[in-house]
């Protein structure tokens, strides 16, 4: 990555499903490599041929233990947890990565293609050149959040 505005430092995104690029890469990566377990996901951003920084998003602490940088990333961790409060393991963030994936595919198909699942989503709270024609209607969103549907 070249730009800084284009890396989540919060591990929270990767854990609600709101970027799942890496964890993605990382089951594709197991799939074609069976021998091997991913112990670590991140990016290098790489500002010119002398500034090169490794930014940790997500990495197992027992498997890769010299990670250093953002402890949040840890897993399992006190940061990245599931529904209920519990550490999530490498497999699970990968297996719910996976599964958010699926379902947005197929809510895109069809023909949901809704920004955020998060009614108080901070994405929503930053400048957007979208803004004029966004549809998003933050009561419906909690509707939906709290039974649990679909659009």
Do not use: W
């Not at 997500?58 to 961790?77: E, I, Q, T, Y």
């Amino acid at each position: 990555k070249t730009g800084k505005s284009s890396i989540s430092k919060d591990p929270e995104d990767i854990r609600q499903g709101l970027r799942f690029q890496l964890p993605l890469y990382a089951l594709a990566l197991q799939e074609e490599f069976d021998q091997y377990n991913v112990v670590y996901g991140g990016y290098y951003l790489v500002k010119d041929d002398q500034n090169c920084q490794r930014i940790p998003q997500f990495f197992d602490r027992d498997a890769f233990p010299v990670v250093s940088g953002n402890p949040k990333s840890a897993l399992p961790g006190k940061k990245i947890i599931d529904d209920n409060g519990n550490p999530l393991t490498m497999a699970q963030l990968l297996e719910k990565s996976k599964r958010r994936a699926v379902q947005t595919t197929r809510s895109i198909k069809k023909g949901n293609f809704r920004h955020t699942h998060y009614p108080n989503d901070r994405f929503c709270t930053q400048y957007c050149v979208y803004r004029k024609m966004c549809q998003k209607n933050v009561h419906k969103l909690k509707y939906l959040a709290e039974h649990g549907q679909e659009e």
